[in-house]
Structure formats: structure tokens, C-alpha cells
């Protein structure tokens, strides 16, 4: 990154496996994190360096991709999400009015598909600084599929190793996840970690449940041939996206700030409109060639599948934190913890 930064990047400390790939990374508004690590671009930056950068490191952050007004206003919804105020969510009773925000919000890890039951949700897939950010990395053809809603409340659990196209596959490898801070996101309190170039080799790694109470119950990759500190924590001011690939190894680990505080979060996946998307359950009669789930928002350019129509058929709802323990979603099985 050469221009504009508040100062310039320290020699790291041991071999990163960042490439560097230089470019303007336009203007610099934010103060934190104090030195501006590479990979961190404006809205101003030069596309092209946006674009030579993530593909080289299977990430970036867009720095004041949403407004403080916006981030504001999301927080707002998102605590009437929780509250069950733009609908009961399943299995959980709409809030009781008495009921401080803090302690609604700490019930909840994650939230599955807000953006189904929210237009303020809704309207953050159109975003202008996103779509860009997208049509530079993706195409002009860009199309939404899900959305989470991370609360985090201190206590709460990270996510393990994994790489989101084991859970979301496209036939193109142009799955991207677009990472919105609400809150600043730092190392205490669970920020996103990646494994920077962890996405070049295209290879899907092996999963299997971790027994490790730091995380949810999602699987971990297992058999990569990176290790834990080669990757780097992306620690965000609110209204920063962090953009992803698919393919990119990346975790979370638990909020350890102090009771009472979050780490909110919007995560918006988008892929390519020329993709099919060959995810949820295989309809009866239809074949995995054909299967093109199309619950999707088109949210760039022109979709070539436009002629199928769209269907409705994710619904929002909660994501098991492990609090309770994990079941083995395949089979049912009671997942055991190394204690
Ligand atoms: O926000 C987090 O803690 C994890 C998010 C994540 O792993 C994902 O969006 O795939």
C-alpha cells in the first residue's frame, strides 16, 4: 500500500504471508487500528489495486464502507430483530418490553437471514460502496444468497477454521463474504481472522467437529497446510466491511471484552449471477446439474437465469451457539467436548 495511510506499516515482526501488491489506498479517515495494515483501502482507492490485492489475498477491508449514521441505524434494527419486532423468530418468544436490550441481545449468537425479515437489512446488499467493491472482485453480474446477524455478546463463542463454500457452494468459485462492522472489531473482543493467499490453492479441506469450547458448532478444516500464526486478526472500525473469498480459511475466536459489550456484525454473501447455486435441499426429481437454488437478490448488472423466477425459501432464525452443546445436524448424534 503506498499513499495516504495515517503511517506507514512497521517491518512485520515475522514472515507474513500478505503479498504485497501495492496501489493507492485512498484516503484515510479512520484511527484504528493505529498503523493502517495492508489491505485496507477508502472508497476512493483505485479499483485495480482492490482488485490486484484480493486476489493475491483472498481478502480486503473497505474503511468507511457504511456511514456512522447507517451503522447507527443498523444497530437499531438490529436490537428490534432480536427483540422479535420484524417478526417471532422460531422458538423464541418476542421480548418482554421490561426487558433491557443488553440482555435480548446477549441471547443470540447469530441470526440467520435478517435480511428476509428487514428492508434496513435489505437495503445494505445495494449499498453503493459495497456493489462496487463487488463488481470490481466478482463481475458486473452480482447476486445476494444469505445473510448473518452476529450479536456477540462477551462470553460468547468464535466460529473455527473453515472456508464458507464448504456451506455455500458456487460453480464458479465466486462466493464472497462481505463482513459489515458495527462495533469496532479488535482482537479482545472476536474480530474475523484469515489466513491471507489461503484461497489460491482451490481446494476444499477436510472438515470435522472440533470439541473445543471456544467455538461454535460448526465443523473445523482440518489438513491445511498453513498454520495459526501465519493468519492475521482484521480488527475494523464500525461501518468497515471486510470482503472475503469463499475459499479463504478464516475463524473467529470468543469475545473476551467486558460483560455487558457486543461485537455486531452483517454478513452479506454475494456470487456471480452466471453461477448457478446448487445449495440447500436437492428438490425431489431434479438433478444436482440443474439444481439452481434461486431464493437470491440480484444486486449488480443482469441475470441470466432471470427467466426462472425467484423463490422465497429461506426464513430467518437463530443459530445454535453451542451453549446447549452441539447435535451432529447428519444424524443426530450429541457431540462430545475435550474438557
Ligand atoms: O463473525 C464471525 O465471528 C464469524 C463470521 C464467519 O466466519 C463467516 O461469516 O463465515
Request: with cysteine; proline share 8%; aromatic share 10%.
Amino acid at each position: 500500500m503506498s499513499s495516504a495511510t495515517l503511517e506507514s506499516s512497521p517491518p512485520a515482526a515475522q514472515p507474513s504471508l500478505v503479498t504485497e501488491t501495492g496501489g493507492f489506498a485512498g484516503t484515510r479517515r479512520n484511527t484504528f487500528p493505529k498503523v493502517r495494515p495492508p489491505g485496507y483501502f477508502s472508497p476512493d482507492a483505485d479499483q485495480a489495486a482492490i482488485k490486484a490485492f484480493y486476489q493475491a489475498n483472498g481478502y480486503f477491508v473497505l474503511e468507511n464502507g457504511f456511514t456512522a449514521e447507517e451503522v447507527e441505524a443498523l444497530k437499531q434494527e438490529t436490537t428490534l430483530i432480536c427483540r422479535g419486532e420484524r417478526g417471532e423468530l422460531p422458538n423464541q418468544e418476542k421480548a418482554n418490553p421490561a426487558e433491557p436490550d443488553e440482555s435480548v441481545l446477549s441471547r443470540f449468537l447469530c441470526i440467520h437471514f435478517p435480511h428476509k425479515c428487514s428492508d434496513v437489512m435489505l437495503a445494505t446488499l445495494h449499498s453503493q460502496p459495497t456493489v462496487q467493491a463487488l463488481t470490481t472482485i466478482i463481475g458486473p453480474n452480482v447476486k445476494c444468497m444469505q445473510s448473518m446477524l452476529f450479536m456477540k455478546a462477551s462470553g460468547k463463542p468464535g466460529q473455527a477454521w473453515h472456508q464458507d463454500e464448504d456451506y455455500i457452494a458456487t460453480r464458479d468459485k465466486s462466493l464472497v463474504g462481505a463482513w459489515i462492522a458495527m462495533d469496532r472489531a479488535t482482537v479482545e473482543n472476536g474480530c474475523l481472522w484469515v489466513m491471507p493467499g489461503s484461497h489460491r490453492p482451490g481446494i476444499l479441506w477436510e472438515q470435522r467437529w472440533h470439541g473445543d469450547r471456544r467455538f461454535d458448532c460448526a465443523e473445523q478444516s482440518i489438513n491445511f497446510p498453513f498454520t495459526d500464526d501465519q493468519s492475521i486478526p482484521v480488527e475494523v472500525e464500525p461501518g468497515s466491511v471486510v470482503f472475503f473469498n469463499g475459499y479463504l480459511l478464516h475463524r473467529s475466536l470468543p469475545n473476551r471484552a467486558p460483560a455487558g459489550t457486543f461485537r455486531r456484525s452483517l454478513v452479506n454473501h454475494f456470487m456471480s449471477c452466471e453461477s448457478h447455486l446448487p445449495w440447500g435441499k436437492l428438490p425431489e426429481h431434479d438433478h444436482i446439474a440443474h439444481h439452481d437454488n434461486r431464493d437470491v437478490v440480484i444486486v449488480a448488472g443482469q441475470d441470466p437465469y432471470a427467466w426462472k423466477g425467484y423463490a422465497s425459501i429461506n426464513k430467518p432464525h437463530v443459530r445454535p451457539s453451542g451453549d446447549g452443546g452441539c447435535i451432529k445436524w447428519t444424524d443426530g448424534t450429541k457431540l462430545p467436548y475435550q474438557e
